[in-house]
């Protein structure tokens, strides 16, 4: 059974950072599996948007908004994907969800249930 756990979020002012995670279990690690690991968020009355994303061996990705400020990694070792956030903006404001797209003889998608970050002005 896959798990994705997040965690990190909270209240920080505007200029501050900080570092979310996503613990995650029952993820296949194979040749003929590609696993790629991203981070959406959702505002306030808008729709989910995608903001990052890596693959092992792969580059990592960034949506316009968030490029130069946070950064995707992963530690293999505990199985934990983390996104550091600085230079916060009031705009970063929202609940932000772990993925991992999961891609082999078929193609599944695994959510967690969020984590709300706060930024004010």
């Known amino acids: 059974q896959v798990e994705l756990v997040e965690s990190g979020g909270g209240l920080v002012q505007a200029g501050g950072s900080l570092r979310l995670s996503c613990a995650f279990s029952?993820?296949?690690?194979?040749?003929?599996?590609?696993?790629?690991m991203s981070w959406y968020r959702q505002a306030p009355g808008k729709q989910r948007e995608w903001i990052a994303s890596?693959?092992?061996?792969?580059?990592?990705n960034y949506s316009h908004s968030v490029k130069g400020r946070f950064t995707i990694s992963r530690d293999s070792a505990e199985n934990t994907v983390y996104l550091q956030m600085n230079s916060l903006k009031p705009e970063d404001t929202g609940v932000y969800y772990c993925?991992?797209?999961?891609?082999?003889?078929?193609?599944?998608?695994?959510w967690g249930q969020g984590t709300q970050v706060t930024v004010s002005s």
């Open positions: 029952g993820i296949i690690f194979r040749r003929d599996v590609i696993n790629i």
């Open positions: 890596g693959s092992s061996g792969g580059t990592a």
């Open positions: 993925a991992i797209d999961q891609r082999g003889a078929i193609e599944t998608t695994y």
